[in-house]
């Protein structure tokens, strides 16, 4: 499976892990060269989580 660049912000509000990823913050401070919604749940994280 290939990797996602660490520079792809995610705006998945419902994702629980949400407030520790770095891809929640590079796409709401603007950092962020492209900005995705991944996987993650209430009840599970994406999978393409970068702790910040």
Sequence with gaps: MAQVPEDIGCV????????????????????AREIQEFGGTEVKQCGKFIQK
Excluded at 12 to 20: L, R, S
């Design 12 to 31: 998945n509000e419902k994702c629980i892990a949400k407030d520790e990823c770095k891809r929640q913050v590079i796409a709401k401070d603007g950092t």
